[in-house]
């Protein structure tokens, strides 16, 4: 059942680090590729940017 919702629970890494900072959802129709955005790294201290890990 959860491998066909829609708006799926999704993780983002730093590319940098590699951490598991932030915990989203996103709509797989309207975006079935990777989710890409730049945001605050905790561990590195700065903006990086952070990827969709499945």
Do not use: Q, S, W
């Not at 829609?6 to 900072?21: D, F, G, M, Y």
């Not at 955005?37 to 499945?54: A, D, I, S």
């Amino acid at each position: 059942m959860a491998a066909t919702d829609v708006r799926p629970k999704i993780t983002l890494a730093c590319e940098e680090c590699k951490h598991r900072n932030y915990i989203t959802k996103k709509n797989r129709r309207n975006h079935p590729d990777r989710l890409e955005m730049k945001k605050f790294c905790p561990n590195c201290g700065t903006h990086r940017t952070h990827k969709e890990t499945r």
